[in-house]
């Protein structure tokens, strides 16, 4: 993050940012999706969009992700520059057919000769207390499939910057947001700027361990090398920004200096983003490793609906903190 | 028999008891629904929720054509149907609030009360999510030969969704004790359905060959009669029916959505609240029949609201499911 | 101008120089697979390849009434719209054996020719897969006021995917310049469409507000005439069509698919191939309206099947794509 | 697998056995599927099952993937156990909404109160040149997903004492068949047995190096194990049979045994099955490992159709027994 930014906006305002300047760009942009238009999604996050751009381009669908992301496959493919919008990542399964076996794989079957450059903007995080059919996180499986590439920012100056490259992108990227962080607020730059995929952002330099964490995470693994710092634990927290393309060498070389790792995914704790990454680091620094590398993220369960339990499934400053203290004085 | 008007449909003629009973469930169900907007409002609720005022002669009217152990799937917007199928006041709410005593433990909140005494197969958060375990509630009916019937509601922004065709073909072909019913209450959460929806909803039905037809969702008998046609159909085999209602929401998609002028107008909102609520033109009925007398519909008024005020304080007070409960229930 | 039997359409009034093109493309389709059948039997082709014999004069009919730079989406069953669309039969047959020198480099084999220059999206092995690619092809058209229309081909096995009823809906309420086109040659793989089809395909287009169709999918002449009116409606901004050609694969699912008769009779193939055949039909009423002799027919035909010979030793002739090819074309 | 086993079966024959025997012990089983009734399936699995259960227990559907899926949940939910058959897993895309929003969580959302007790059967593995869209090996989304159970059989022995076991959970269980394997040979006794979901197998004990390998990755792993005697190498192969449940024990035994490991899984190079075993190894021997865990299966690539290029994208006993050697070597 640049030291001269002075403006402050939310990540929601960051991701509207993104798209009008891109729109404003490039008259090809245009915006699919359910309520994105004068009701600017009901996260509110498009507000605005509609009245500059009008219905032609910012367009309410029916409640149809597979037809819509579909829609948009073609679209890409001929000429026109789509953004999807999925309001729930838990949608996404709707979508999955679409995205995976067509999307992803134009270009390769077609022997490079066509190209769907288009972007599906989706949600993830629990949290909100809307039960386990709105609280997924399920970034895991579109990061399995090459020909897809995947973004997860995690403030509002990487949300900004990566989105615009993500429009600019002649591949399908997948974006996902996390519903908690819209209002975070952040600095973000008036000037022109973008951010490459697949370069991760070391978010807080650090010896003793490293944190690698992802989207809702990020701020968690903040708040823990804080109480680290107190505890005089030094944490250097990576935060991937991309699943894919993955930026490993980043993620390697840091825990090669500080010879200890947690990862933190808020997918399900298995089979996830998370294992990826430990594996990884495992290969990776093997030799450097002082202990074994630390998964955390979403319990391995469906997310509940009740708040105390909701809570239970999610890592906190103090869990994060403790189990990295454990691993330091381990060795 | 008088006819409601705006309803041509023929009454079923039901004893006073049973016109009674429905009269209570219709109302127990706005009242429930004021109460869940009590406890936003008052910040006890977690999360939010989607209420169903106004479009209580919909799920009373058709279940009281179902027996008790028929199926229902639900929506988001699913609580008139829970307690229209049996569900009691006090679980509910105390799943709303992610309480032990409630339905689901807790675990499902707003979005997914279920339940199989009543035959409740759940809510469904996924829009149009519930068309298939529907569709498969009648295929058990049809294979194990027990005679029951499975109601689908879903809202008709539902319509969007490929998996309500694929399941009416399935239906169809295998003559399925299914009945599809729209609750068409003209919104897809901000978005008038004539933006979302083209060519004609019944025929979507029609197509694939199933039986369809449209009632007045406000008119509690015209719904019943017409469901116990639809119902007593697919419990003799005849197949699958869509049956679409024409309905209203009163209130915002969810509880939160208070400032609605953007996608439709007061004079709309008051035009349905004023002149076709489902619950004074039953009222009107009964006491033009002299099924009741305004003395008693009154009390009856003021009982539910009692009992409603009786079950949110039980389930305000009532325990939080303890934190081993998370890693419980993944797998049967 | 005489009328087909079986066909009622008014005929496009064309030029016999059109009507020889079209003739030849049929028959080029035909020998094109014959040929790929030859090279299964030779154990020369990888993989299996599913064959348009039959039903040329669907592919042909509708892609003669579109402009070069007007879409097309395929399926598994592709061949036929790959070459009516353009595609040369040196690049196809290099496909289908994986070389380098075919449409896609060999990465996509039998059902996924591709190729820009023609306006082929590309052939799809998933059952409907294409029925969104092809929509969006006619909003780019739309939004970019292009002028060009996009034609989607699918069998009558894509009515059992939901989300062909999710784009239709689309297309309608923006009004896309896309053509659904359902080649319904009586079967699912093995299984025959009235078992897998409830109500009315047709209905399934109208209840959506599509202008729906249907043709004779063996008569060239009617499918052309047909399709041009509803491509030149699309293309004036008068919305969608699904149109329903009644066709006939003669050879099996696949080229391996030889014992038919647990689910058809030889005697119905034999109808449809002796009576029905499009090439023959098409042949007949050339020679009868004086615009073809029969040696001239009988010199199309030498010069096509040499054509094809040349274009299979071609394609076994070249080269395999490099290995580096593996990871080569993943992203733009 | 037991010693006095003679009867020699195909794996297809194994599973067809398993259906027909669990359709006569329950009548409540029932198969639904695109062409599983006359046509026994486009690969022949279910033949001669119709003439036995008739067409109201071994169902022709339409092809809609999503729809029957769909049906089985509630069909499952009310006293039905359908056995559901997806031709190829790519197809599995069109039932993520189904399989995850419903099947997955619908005991967990209503609180253990209501039982999804179904089986999806489908396909995996590549090289049978049918390209990217028929090719695929997606059993690492289901993996991730909690409220699922995933099998992998690699053996007609285990085929078909899985599947019986699977058929009688209370639970939604997603049972891969590699397409490769349907002819291959092998023991199954007579008589009945079931085997339960959760346990590895120990396919070959050695003490070297241990090839953890699932489904298709397992014959694989055999072939480079023989090629590694050869060379003096005693490899150990363990198959885990489920992803999940997942038996990290067998597993994490056999490295701190043999010390080195290498994943075999034929998924997508990246955030798969290999991923979440790799990291399992790593972190459950960490103190026994003598080098980092090796992942190998499919390259991260849409499945090509040219035979070399396909051919290319998977290991083969050489590649593995190359790995294999150089990891010994290595320490
Ligand atoms: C598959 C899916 N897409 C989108 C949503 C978000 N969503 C929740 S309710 C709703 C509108 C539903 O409208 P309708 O079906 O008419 O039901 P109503 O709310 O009017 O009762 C939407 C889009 C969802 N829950 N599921
Ligand atoms: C989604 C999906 N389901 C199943 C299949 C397997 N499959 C390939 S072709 C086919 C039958 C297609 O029938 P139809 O659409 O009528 O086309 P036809 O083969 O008759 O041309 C099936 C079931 C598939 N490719 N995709
Ligand atoms: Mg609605
Ligand atoms: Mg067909």
Known sequence: MPEAAVRELTFAQAIKEALAEEMRRDPKVCILGEDVAEAGTPFKVLSGL?????????????????????????????????????????????????????????????????????????????????????????????????????VLPSTPYDAKGLLKTAIRDENPVVFFEDKMMYKLKGPVPAEEYTIPLGLADVKRVGRDITLVATSSMVQVALGAAKLLEEAGISAEVVDPRTTWPLDEKTIVESVKKTSRAIVMDEGYGRYGVAAEIAAVIAEGAFYQLDGPVKRMGAMHVPIPFSPPLEDATLPTDRTVFEAARALCSRS | MTIAAGSSETQTALGVQQWMGMYRQMLSIRLFEEQVNELYKRALMPGLAHLYSGEEAVAVGICEALRGDDYITSTHRGHGHCLAKGATPDRMFAELLGKEAGYCRGKGGSMHIADPKTGNLGANAIVGGSAGIATGAAFSAKQLKTGQVAVCFFGEGALGQGLFYEVMNLAQLWKLPVIYVCENNLYNEYTHYTETTAGDILARGTAFGLHAESVDGQDVRAVHATAARLVERARRGEGPALLMCKTYRYTGHHVGDISREYYRSKQEEQHWMGERDPIKLFAGWLLEQKHAEKAQLEGIYAEIETQMKKAVEFAVAAPYPGLDQVEQDIYA
Do not use: C
């Not at chain 1, 009245?51 to 149809?64: A, L, Q, W, Y």
């Not at chain 1, 890409?76 to 076996?101: C, S, Y």
């Not at chain 1, 270009?107 to 997924?136: D, E, F, I, N």
């Open chain 1, 50 to 150: 509609v009245e500059e751009f009008g219905t032609e381009r910012v367009i309410d669908t029916p409640i149809s992700e597979a037809g819509f992301t579909g829609l948009a496959v073609g679209a890409a493919m001929t000429g026109v520059r789509p953004v999807v919008d999925i309001m729930f990542g838990d949608f996404i399964t709707l979508t999955m057919d679409q995205m995976v076996n067509q999307a992803a794989k134009v270009h390769y079957m077609s022997g490079g000769t066509w190209k769907v450059p288009m972007v599906m903007r989706t949600t993830l995080g629990a949290a909100r207390r809307s039960a386990a059919q709105h609280s997924q996180s399920l970034h895991a499986w579109f990061s399995h499939v090459p020909g897809l590439k995947v």
